[in-house]
C-alpha cells in the first residue's frame, strides 16, 4: 500500500468564522485600510503579548526590513555608507531588502551551535571597514534569537562602532532567548513575519517592533507614504501598511498562538528525542523557538543527501533549508564576503528541515523520524 503523504508544511489559517468576529469591526465602522480598527486593536494586542513596546503592522516581513533598515540609517547618519552586514546562513529576502534600497550586502559567517550571526566575525568587519558600514541587520536564524549574551555583544559592538543594528527575526515572533525573555523588547528594531508558512500564519503581513521613540516615529511615517503629522510627507515613504482583513485574521491567531507554539515545541521535542542519539543535531537553545519547521543538521552532507533521496522515495516532505548560502545566489554573488565563512559553507552542505504542522499527528511524526533513521543507516552501510 502506498503510504499517505506526510507534507513539509500544512500551513493553518484562522477560520473564516475567527477571523469575522473581529472583521466585523470594520464592516461596521466602513473602515478597511490606514488605520482601521482592527488594525488598532491588532498594536495594542500584539504589543501587550510583547510586554508593551512599541508596534507597526506592515504588510510583510521584507517591506518590514525595508523600513526599518531605512529608518535606523537615518536616524544614525549612516545613509553615505555603502554596506550592510548580515549573515550569508540566511534567507535571500534579507540580503534583497536591503540591496533595494540602494545599500550593498557584505556577508559574515554564523557561529556553529545554534547557527547565529558570529558575534567576533561582527567585531572584526566593523573595525576592518570602520566608516564603511551603514548598518547591521542581524537574522534570528530559522526565527530562533541567540543566546542573551550573543544579542548584548552584538549590540555593544554596533554601539562601539557607531553603527545602527536591525534585526530580522522573520519566523521568531513569540519565541524565547536562553534567559526566558520574548524577543522584540528592545530599543534594537526586529522584524517578524506572520507570511502563511509561519508559526504565526495569517497569509501576507508582519511587525516591526522598538522601544525607541524616535525610531518608531521614523517607521510609522515611512511606512505610511513617509506623512509623520497630517498629510505632509517628512521622509520619502512607502505603502507597507497592513490591511483590516490581514488584522482581523493576526488577531484571531492571537487568541491560540500559545498553544499553536507549545504544539509545535513539543513536536520539536519529540524529534529531538529521536534523533539527537543518532548524530543529528539541533541549533543551540532551541527549546525556546517557534519551529517553523524542524531544523537540524545531519552529521555528514552523504548522510543528509540519503536522507533528502529517502524521504522522496518515502513521500516524506523533508528539505534542506539554506543549502545554498545566500552569497553563493547568482544576484549576489558579485557582493562582498568577510573571510571564507567556513561555519556557512559547512553547514549548507548538512542543513535539513522536517515536516511541521500544528496538527501534525504523533503517527506522522513517528514516520518521519523511521524515514530519516532508515535512509541515516542506508548511508552508513553504503
Avoid at 504565526?200 to 511587525?207: C, D, M, N, S
Avoid at 554573488?333 to 552542505?349: E, I, Q, R
Wanted: aromatic share 8%.
Amino acid at each position: 500500500m502506498t503510504p499517505v503523504p506526510v507534507p513539509f508544511l500544512r500551513p493553518q489559517l484562522p477560520s473564516l468564522e475567527q477571523v469575522g468576529a473581529y472583521y466585523r469591526l470594520a464592516e461596521e465602522a466602513r473602515f478597511f485600510s490606514n488605520g482601521g480598527p482592527c488594525e488598532t486593536l491588532l498594536r495594542t494586542r500584539l504589543s501587550d503579548y510583547l510586554g508593551g513596546v512599541g508596534c507597526v503592522p506592515v504588510t510583510n516581513a521584507t517591506s518590514g526590513i525595508m523600513v526599518a533598515v531605512r529608518a535606523a540609517i537615518d536616524a544614525a547618519g549612516t545613509g553615505d555608507r555603502r554596506y550592510v552586514v548580515m549573515p550569508s546562513y540566511t534567507f535571500v529576502a534579507t540580503a534583497g531588502s536591503v540591496r533595494m534600497l540602494g545599500f550593498e550586502p557584505l556577508f559574515v559567517d554564523v557561529e556553529p551551535g545554534a547557527w547565529q550571526l558570529d558575534a567576533d566575525a561582527l567585531d572584526d568587519v566593523l573595525a576592518a571597514r570602520a566608516g564603511e558600514i551603514a548598518a547591521v541587520l542581524g537574522t534570528h536564524t530559522f526565527g530562533l534569537p541567540p543566546a542573551a549574551a550573543v544579542q548584548r555583544r552584538w549590540t555593544a559592538a554596533c554601539r562601539e562602532h557607531g553603527v545602527p543594528l536591525v534585526v530580522d527575526a522573520a519566523a521568531g515572533f513569540g519565541a524565547l532567548d536562553d534567559e526566558g525573555t520574548r524577543t522584540g523588547r528592545d530599543v534594537v528594531a526586529h522584524v517578524y513575519s506572520f507570511h502563511a508558512t509561519k508559526a504565526f500564519a495569517i497569509g501576507e503581513g508582519g511587525v516591526v517592533t522598538t522601544n525607541d521613540e524616535d525610531l518608531l516615529e521614523r517607521i510609522e511615517a515611512l511606512h505610511h507614504f513617509g506623512f509623520s503629522s497630517g498629510r505632509v510627507a517628512e521622509y520619502a515613504g512607502v505603502n507597507a501598511k497592513l490591511d483590516e482583513l490581514h488584522s482581523a485574521s493576526a488577531l484571531a491567531v492571537l487568541d491560540g498562538y500559545d498553544e499553536v507554539l507549545r504544539r509545535r515545541r513539543a513536536i520539536a521535542a519529540f524529534y529531538r528525542e529521536h534523533l539527537e542519539p543518532h548524530g543529528f543535531t539541533f541549533q543551540a537553545g532551541s527549546d525556546g523557538g517557534t519551529w517553523q519547521a524542524g531544523y537540524l543538521s545531519a552529521p555528514d552532507a552523504a548522510t543528509r543527501s540519503a536522507v533528502l533521496a529517502g524521504a522522496k522515495e518515502g513521500r516524506v516532505g523533508v528539505t534542506a533549508y539554506y543549502d545554498r548560502p545566500v552569497h553563493q545566489h547568482p544576484a549576489y554573488a558579485d557582493a562582498p564576503v568577510h573571510g571564507d565563512l567556513p561555519v556557512t559553507l559547512a553547514l549548507a552542505t548538512r542543513a535539513l528541515a522536517l515536516p511541521m504542522a500544528n496538527d501534525l499527528s504523533e503517527a506522522e511524526q513517528q514516520r518521519v523520524v523511521e524515514v530519516v533513521l532508515h535512509s541515516a543507516r542506508l548511508a552508513t552501510v553504503s
